[in-house]
């Protein structure tokens, strides 16, 4: 894809938010919206744009936080909502419920691999099965509340959100 500078400055104030709003909400815990915005930006500035802004962001939250296990899960989880998006966009998916649920359903696998990663990085000479069941019952509370808030914030916001007039003239998303 060849880059041109409203692909840069699309890219780079998408990233830019990504980051500000994840800082901005960081003192209630697994309470985001990067999800909310990931979908977003793939349906209005397309997949490329958000596939960039997406690992951009990745690599500042590197810079801040350090290189952790938590990094793979982000690499794998944020990209798969950006492709995730673009396929049901892709099919003539409009109604925010379903975005909703198939974005509920990506986070309930994100604190399975979450975990997962965690122990097979971090758990050497365990019970493998009892050390998973363990570290993700540890985490439920938080998981739970991530799964809440990725589908109300996407159920209800996205619509509102993609009535802001930023898009290209042949890009108008309507979700109902």
């Not at 990067?34 to 500035?45: A, G, K, M, Q, S």
């Not at 690499?75 to 995730?84: G, P, Q, S, Y």
């Not at 808030?149 to 309507?174: G, Q, R, Y």
């Amino acid at each position: 894809m060849n880059k041109t500078a409203k692909d840069v400055a699309y890219i780079g104030v998408a990233a830019a938010s990504l980051t500000a709003v994840k800082l901005a909400l960081s003192w209630l815990a697994n309470v985001e919206l990067v999800t909310l915005l990931l979908v977003f930006y793939t349906l209005c500035l397309g997949k490329n744009r958000a596939f960039f802004a997406c690992n951009v962001f990745i690599v500042v939250e590197v810079f801040i936080y350090g290189f952790g296990a938590w990094t793979i899960s982000y690499v794998l989880h944020w990209n798969f909502i950006v492709l995730i998006t673009y396929l049901l966009y892709r099919k003539k998916v409009r109604k925010s419920i379903i975005y909703a649920l198939v974005i509920t359903l990506t986070t309930l696998v994100f604190g399975l691999q979450t975990t997962l990663i965690e122990v097979l990085l971090y758990s050497f000479n365990t019970n493998f099965l009892q050390t998973f069941a363990l570290r993700y019952f540890m985490g439920l509370s938080f998981f739970l509340t991530h799964i809440l808030s990725a589908f109300i914030t996407v159920f209800f916001l996205l619509p509102l959100l993609c009535k802001i007039p930023i898009l290209d003239e042949e890009n108008e998303i309507v979700l109902y």
